[in-house]
């Protein structure tokens, strides 16, 4: 678990109840990690920290310095099982950067999306992604920012091999409210949009993948079909947000800014 905090932002672990939780990596000891975005935790229990200023760090699960590397402007990794490093960010002429341990670059996957964007930096803002990897070392690349929701499927060789565009009735009005933002931006010559898709998980019970959007969360196949829609809640009734997604056999943890990390009975 991520927690993001002025001036301490830290690494955790817990259960899924939130018993006992400790936190293993702390801002207190490394500085440099003041700007958290991202995590990823491999097979076997090691967790890579990508930080704002493209710093990516890999503990152990004691919270041990295993490895560190610098790359391009990060935002989003994710870590298959022969740990291999996926990396995302301001996609320019990939969507994906593989990284070994050491930080060499391994190789680079998907083409950026063509976008109907006036501004250059717009157009890498909504190929911006999350990424996401099943069982099998696929991985999906979920664009958050698109105006027509999208989903990249690859193999563990970083071969296409399927693209899903999501739908789902309560996506109309996230949609409309980032198209109204970009238009607003590139009027007014700014930068910025509001995401569509803001969280991904792959679900290895189900064999399914879970998006979130805001409040939202959409279940897809192996087909990308719809299976459900939910709506998030806390237990009074307020509203709960999916920026953060983790699933195993029996439950879905979501996590927001605002009412942290909420844990839900997964729909069978």
């Not at 590139?186 to 879970?210: I, R």
């Not at 009074?236 to 909420?262: E, H, K, M, S």
Request: glycine share 8%; aromatic share 8%; with cysteine.
């Amino acid at each position: 678990m991520l927690y993001r905090g002025v001036p301490t932002s830290s690494v955790w672990v817990t259960d899924y109840s939130g018993i006992s939780p400790r936190m293993i990596v702390s801002t207190a000891e490394y500085p440099e990690l003041r700007t958290p975005r991202d995590l990823a935790v491999d097979r076997d229990g090691n967790v890579i920290v990508l930080n704002g200023d493209g710093l990516i760090k890999i503990f152990s699960g004691e919270g041990k310095l295993l490895a560190s590397f610098q790359a391009d402007r990060p935002l989003a990794v994710a870590v298959l099982s022969d740990d291999r490093i996926l990396v995302s960010g301001f996609p320019r002429d990939h969507l994906v950067s593989i990284y070994n341990r050491e930080g060499k670059l391994l190789e680079e996957v998907g083409e950026p999306t063509k976008v109907d964007a006036k501004d250059g930096f717009n157009r890498r803002i909504m190929n911006i992604g999350s990424i996401a990897v099943d069982d099998e070392d696929n991985i999906y690349y979920v664009f958050r920012n698109l105006l027509t929701p999208m989903v990249r499927k690859y193999t563990p060789n970083g071969k296409l091999v399927a693209e899903w565009r999501v739908e789902g009735a309560d996506l109309g009005w996230v949609v409309a409210k980032a198209a109204q933002q970009l238009q607003k931006n590139e009027e007014s010559g700014e930068h910025g949009v509001v995401s569509v898709l803001t969280s991904a998980v792959f679900d290895n019970d189900t064999k399914t993948l879970w998006l979130g959007s805001n409040q939202h969360l959409f279940q897809l196949d192996s087909s990308g079909h719809l299976i459900r829609n939910l709506t998030l809640t806390t237990a009074d009734g307020r509203p709960a947000q999916a920026f953060g997604l983790a699933v195993n056999a029996d439950f879905l943890c979501a996590a927001g800014p605002f009412q942290g990390t909420v844990e839900f009975v997964k729909p069978k």
